[in-house]
């Protein structure tokens, strides 16, 4: 018997599934983590511009009130998120950089 | 490198000129009782578009109390910004719309509205300028507080 | 204008106030007065309230624009004596009847009195709410740089 009827027999793939976590490197699309942590990065920008504008609405006497509240809490919020990701993204590295080899 | 942006700037403006407010409408309210007073107002809108030109423009500089300003006016005084000046100078007479066998024509019952609704919005604005200047800090601070 | 102007302003008005109340109730108490220390009955009393632009206590710096562009504090002026007669009553045993025996009473109406204190009363708790409003603002601006 040869390894092609008993593959074809038992319906193995020899091939693995690239799993998200190999795509999300890199592998097939080009861009990968990079482009997410940028692409993160760019929301939340865009949170404290919308906060801005909402901000300048009410300065200048008309907007919502809890409008703006809300969107100055949410870009506060992400701004923290932010902040705690990229701690951690540093302690990773720094971690990885001890590796003894 | 700026760090504060014209957002800042314009909230900062905005309490100026509601404390211009607060004072006309206080003004007012001490008044509502003089014969032949005629309450004075101030257009917000119009006042916040001169904090912005007066901001915008360079203004002379003066290196003495006693110097007048650029257009004429009056010493700028040392603890006046320059919004407060220019939404001071839009201070006007207003038409007045409660007429009385004394002359007064005060509302005061709209005149409190407003001082409430003034009051909300200079509270807005501040906590605005507060929040901000909080996330700002969070970031300098390297998530600290 | 500034958070001191305002706090002028306002307690300005609750003085103006106050004096109107003082003046209302001093009417009211004197209402049936025949006799006073001035020789005849008593005379109502009437505010004369002004409105006055800041004098520049805290000097020139404070002095921002033309008075026109002030906002106004309120003050008493002067406090006159109501000139009109008060009316007549025929009471010939009166201790204050004149020779023809009238005895002339205070120029008191009891009702303008309750209205003005009313009045009164109403403004100063409006003046009394700027005072709060401007305290609950202060703490707003103050709370920026908590």
New interface residues.
């Given amino acids: 018997m040869s390894i092609e009827t008993i593959r074809s027999i038992v319906g193995i793939n020899p091939q693995p599934e690239v799993s998200q976590v190999e795509r999300s490197l890199g592998s097939a699309s080009g861009g990968g983590f990079a482009e997410t942590l940028g692409g993160a990065l760019q929301k939340v920008d865009q949170m ?1 511009l919308n ?2 504008a ?3 609405k ?4 008309g907007g919502n ?1 809890h409008e ?2 809300m969107s ?2 949410e ?2 919020i992400s ?2 998120l932010a ?2 990701v990229r ?1 951690k993204l540093v302690e990773a590295y720094q971690e990885i950089m001890r590796m003894s080899v | 490198m700026k760090l504060f ?1 014209t ?1 800042l700037t ?2 900062q ?3 100026d000129v ?3 407010e ?6 007012n ?7 032949g ?1 005629r309450p ?1 107002e101030l257009d ?2 119009q006042a ?1 578009a001169a904090a912005q030109q007066a901001a915008d423009t360079e203004m002379l500089a003066s290196t003495d ?2 110097h007048l300003g650029p257009n004429g ?8 910004s320059r919004a ?2 220019a939404a ?6 207003g038409v007045g719309n409660s007429p009385s066998l004394d002359g007064n024509q005060v509302d ?1 019952d709209r ?2 509205a407003g ?2 609704e003034n ?17 700002l800090r ?2 300098v601070s ?2 600290g507080s | ?3 001191l ?2 706090l002028r ?2 307690g ?2 609750l003085g ?2 106050r004096t ?1 109340v003082n003046l209302a109730t001093s009417n009211l108490a004197n209402a049936e007065t025949t006799r006073t220390p001035e020789g005849g009955p008593y005379k109502r009393l009437d505010p004369v ?3 006055v632009s800041f004098p520049s206590e805290l000097g ?7 008075p ?7 003050e008493i002026s002067a406090i006159v004596a109501d000139q009109t007669p008060g009316r007549r009553v025929y009471s010939p045993g009166h201790p204050d009847a004149d020779p023809e025996g009238f005895v002339v009473f205070p120029n008191v109406n009891p009702v303008h009195e309750v209205v003005n204190l009313m ?2 009363s ?2 100063y708790e ?2 009394a ?2 005072i709060d ?2 305290k ?2 202060a703490q ?2 103050l ?4």
Wanted: no cysteine; glycine share 8%.
């Fill in positions: 404290q906060a801005d909402q901000a300048d009410v300065a200048m006497g009130l703006m509240s100055l809490e870009a506060d701004m923290r902040m705690k701690t | 942006d957002t314009r909230l403006q905005s309490l509601r404390l211009v607060h004072n006309v409408l206080a003004g309210i001490a008044n509502s009782d003089t014969p007073y004075k917000f809108s916040m109390a006693r006016e009056g010493p700028a005084g040392a603890g006046a407060t000046f001071t100078t839009l201070v006007r007479d005061l005149t409190m001082l409430a009051s909300l919005q200079y509270g807005a604005s501040a906590r605005a300028a507060g929040k901000k200047l909080a996330i969070y970031v390297d998530g | 204008m500034d958070f102007t305002a302003i306002s300005a008005g103006v106030e109107r309230i002004q409105a020139d710096a404070q002095q921002l624009g033309s026109a562009n002030q906002a106004m504090k309120a009045s009164a109403r403004s409006a003046n709410t700027a409003t401007l609950s603002m707003r601006g709370d920026i740089a908590r």
